[in-house]
């Protein structure tokens, strides 16, 4: 037996408290837009050198597995880089992870910004 239920049983939408970091499920649509626009989606960027490091929280599970599975929730992507640079799927394979919950989202947000840091040194000690 799962530890978590019926994925949609509670709502198809996720709402985060910016307080607690606690997630509530609902279904209320106009809730989900009007929350969708709040600044705390965001709950960590870090630039480093031309790359920005983003994580955020998604408010819809992004998951796409079945009934028993954690929801994922949050993600981290690395974006941009001027020349000389090009591509950074390139530079730094694991550009985007997703998280469950807060705690998970913040520990890969920082490991993904100590990866990207160690994959463009010198672009970073000219900062």
């Not at 978590?4 to 996720?14: F, I, T």
């Not at 998970?104 to 993904?112: L, T």
Request: glycine share 6%.
């Amino acid at each position: 037996m799962s530890n978590y239920p019926d994925k949609y049983a509670g709502g198809v939408y996720w709402s985060l408290d910016p307080d607690t970091h606690e997630l509530t499920q609902h279904d209320d649509a106009k809730r989900f837009g009007k929350e969708f626009e709040m600044p705390h989606r965001v709950i960590a960027q870090e630039k480093v050198g031309s790359y920005l490091v983003s994580t955020v929280f998604l408010a819809i599970d992004h998951s796409h597995r079945p009934q028993g599975y954690p929801p994922v929730l949050f993600e981290t992507m690395v974006f941009g880089s001027d020349p000389p640079h090009g591509s950074i799927a390139a530079e730094v394979p694991d550009y985007t992870d997703r998280y469950s919950n807060y705690t998970q989202a913040m520990s890969g947000h920082k490991r993904v910004v100590s990866l990207v840091k160690n994959k463009v040194p010198s672009e970073v000690s000219e900062m």
